[in-house]
Nanobody, 117 residues
Framework: QVQLVESGGGLVQAGGSLRLSCAAS????????MGWYRQAPGKQREWVAT????????NYADSVKGRFTISRDNAKNTVYLQMNSLKPEDTAVYYC??????????WGQGTQVTVSS
């Protein structure tokens, strides 16, 4: 029943910025910790950032720390990922989901981010 729709991806040059959005069903965003994940071609899905439900505490992978910012808008039931100073190695399909992940976790279509040199 959980529905998560990612959007905001696109093609940008290195050093550029994008803001990704994750629109969720119900009260998922306000009631759960949320996370962003990404998967590059030929690589495993990796964790990018999380934000807690209670205090909106954010954590980031070392690879994006200082460049990406995760936030949420409970009224809009939406999670965002502001990506600045993008690098070619950030190229991937980006996904959002509830945290923690479980064996029953389902993934949406994600949104493609392509960073060119």
């Amino acid at each position: 029943q959980v529905q998560l729709v990612e959007s905001g991806g696109g093609l940008v040059q290195a050093g550029g910025s994008l803001r990704l959005s994750c629109a969720a069903s119900g009260s998922i965003v306000s009631s759960n910790a949320m996370g962003w994940y990404r998967q590059a071609p030929g690589k495993q899905r990796e964790w990018v950032a999380t934000i807690t439900s209670r205090y909106s505490i954010a954590n980031y992978a070392d690879s994006v720390k200082g460049r990406f910012t995760i936030s949420r808008d409970n009224a809009k039931n939406t999670v965002y990922l502001q990506m600045n100073s993008l690098k070619p190695e950030d190229t991937a399909v980006y996904y959002c989901n509830r945290v923690p992940l479980t064996m029953a976790t389902r993934w949406g279509q994600g949104t493609q981010v392509t960073v060119s040199s």
